[in-house]
């Protein structure tokens, strides 16, 4: 396709290597406008679709996940998975095109379990023991660990590199801060005269 593409701009007076650059370019653009358009395919589809099947159903939980934006966000996943795989089509972007869009389908996949996690926490507080026994505290905890994971795959899917060693020098990085905090524990405080009033 992009040799193809390449010999056509070349017949417009563009010169070879321009022409190949330019080519790879022209296919990124209009992959990029394919999938928005199939991200828009995929909305319309959750939109009137999916909004028919919650309505009619008795069940409360698929009407949370619903509103929560859950199916909305997953609906973003096929357009970048179909520019990803496209990737190959543009010799010289292939890299770079599929790193970003790696990290963008963490991401997007990322926002989707967060919303997930929010009707998950919606739908336990329509239960009675949720006044005795919330569980809010702990889908916050869940969403942060969530973004830290989701960051490091993010780093990892740019930097190429697997996301176990990212993992393992944030741990290593904690045990040596927590270390020092042990082995000193609030001495450069306590030093200042106020310490001792």
């Not at 997953?74 to 292939?94: E, G, K, R």
């Not at 969530?146 to 590199?161: D, R």
């Not at 393992?168 to 524990?185: C, D, E, M, T, W």
Request: glycine residues 6%; contains cysteine.
């Amino acid at each position: 396709m992009v040799e193809d593409l390449g010999s056509w701009l070349t017949t417009l007076g563009i010169q070879n290597s321009n022409a190949h650059i330019l080519a790879q370019i022209l296919i990124l653009i209009g992959l990029a406008i394919a999938g928005l358009l199939l991200q828009q395919l995929f909305h319309i589809i959750v939109r009137k679709g999916l909004s028919q099947w919650v309505e009619q159903t008795e069940t409360l939980w698929d009407d949370i996940f619903y509103h929560s934006q859950f199916f909305f966000r997953l609906a973003t996943i096929p357009s970048l998975v179909l520019l990803y795989f496209s990737a190959v089509w543009m010799p010289d972007l292939t890299g770079w095109t599929q790193r970003i869009t790696l990290a963008a389908i963490v991401f997007v996949s990322a926002r989707a379990f967060e919303a997930a996690l929010t009707a998950i926490n919606d739908i336990y507080d329509d239960y009675e023991i949720a006044k005795s026994k919330p569980i809010k505290g702990y889908i916050q905890v869940g969403k942060i660990l969530l973004w830290l994971f989701t960051l490091i795959l993010i780093v990892s899917a740019l930097m190429q590199s697997s996301p176990l060693l990212l993992l393992g020098g944030l741990g290593a990085f904690s045990a040596v801060f927590l270390a020092g905090v042990q082995r000193h524990p609030l001495r450069s405080v306590c030093q200042r005269p106020i310490c001792h009033q």
